[in-house]
């Protein structure tokens, strides 16, 4: 099957352009705007929209210093400048349990031609250790949309992680992002289930379209918040699924396989798991599909891993 397909990050600005009539709500840039789309929320409301120049550190203080002043501040930039770069500013945010929110895009290897240096294959492992801190992967615009609401409601400090690569448009009944919560968005039975974060949603498909043709019966898990995780829908998974699978477009240290491992670990019996996503490497520059090909989130290895997992 071929999808359509849409890149979250190109609607990022329009989002929160939908809600700029919340006078609280601040975007904050680091001379990113337009790679990420929220010069279109500076141009609607220029004056709750903070140009901070290349100066990360300083755009996450700026940040905090708004929230303690009853704001709702948003930081968009890319993922690994927006934790990597600024970690010790988020972390003490969290400390204070500031109401600030992290929108992050180009997430694992989707700023391909950039490199290692700019490919964020470790922000969820480095959010996901962080107390007090949410963590949302929306896996579609309307998911998108649902998590900045979210986040505007909630009190206290949300990451969200947006794809700057493409997802797909998937005529499929989901249930709205709710912190804790996953979505089964395909039940077909107990051989495998197939989890993926959002920015992998693409490669999962892919991948299930093709076990289907070949009689595996799958199920197929969106798990739109990494943390917390859902761990209702994973006990249901261990007492009833042959293998899990989880894809991600990240390390498998420490982000959603991680997650799924720790939850596993607490049961004295499971099923097999297969952890697909960046090994402990530093991958390389090239096209988007290119380098999530060579580091192996790509359909063909997930359907290995998945006939692995049942062998």
């Not at 609280?24 to 500076?42: M, N, P, Q």
């Not at 400390?95 to 964020?120: C, E, F, L, Q, V």
Request: net charge negative.
């Amino acid at each position: 099957m071929v999808f359509q397909t849409v890149s979250p990050r190109d609607k990022i600005g329009e989002i929160l352009c939908e809600f700029g009539d919340n006078e609280r709500i601040y975007v904050i840039d680091s001379d990113l705007a337009k790679s990420t789309t929220s010069a279109k929320f500076g141009q609607m409301y220029p004056n709750r929209f903070v140009e901070c120049g290349i100066s990360e550190q300083s755009a996450v203080s700026i940040a905090t210093g708004l929230a303690i002043e009853n704001k709702i501040p948003f930081y968009v930039n890319f993922a690994i400048l927006a934790t990597g770069t600024a970690w010790t500013q988020l972390r003490q945010a969290c400390y204070s349990n500031a109401n600030i929110k992290i929108i992050a895009t180009h997430p694992g290897m989707d700023d391909g031609p950039d490199g290692a240096s700019h490919h964020a294959n470790e922000d969820l492992a480095l959010t996901r250790s962080i107390p007090n801190l949410k963590v949302l992967v929306p896996s579609s615009i309307e998911e998108l949309k649902e998590a900045i609401a979210l986040a505007i409601d909630y009190e206290g400090p949300v990451y969200i992680r947006a794809a700057r690569d493409v997802v797909p448009v998937l005529d499929i009944k989901h249930n709205k992002v709710e912190f804790g919560k996953s979505d089964m968005i395909i039940d077909d039975g107990n051989d495998l289930a197939l989890i993926y974060e959002g920015t992998a949603a693409l490669c999962a498909m892919e991948a299930y379209e093709e076990l289907k043709n070949q009689d595996y019966k799958c199920k197929v898990i969106n798990i739109s918040s990494i943390k917390p995780i859902d761990t209702e829908m994973i006990d249901m998974l261990v007492n009833s699924v042959k293998g899990i699978v989880t894809i991600e477009n990240h390390s498998i240290i420490g982000g959603l396989g991680g997650a799924v491992s720790e939850v596993l670990a607490t049961y004295s019996k499971h099923p097999k798991l297969r952890r697909i996503g960046v090994e402990d490497v530093f991958t390389e520059s090239g096209k988007i599909s290119d380098v999530k090909k060579k580091y192996g989130l790509n359909t063909e290895n997930v359907i290995n891993k998945c006939k692995e997992t049942l062998a």
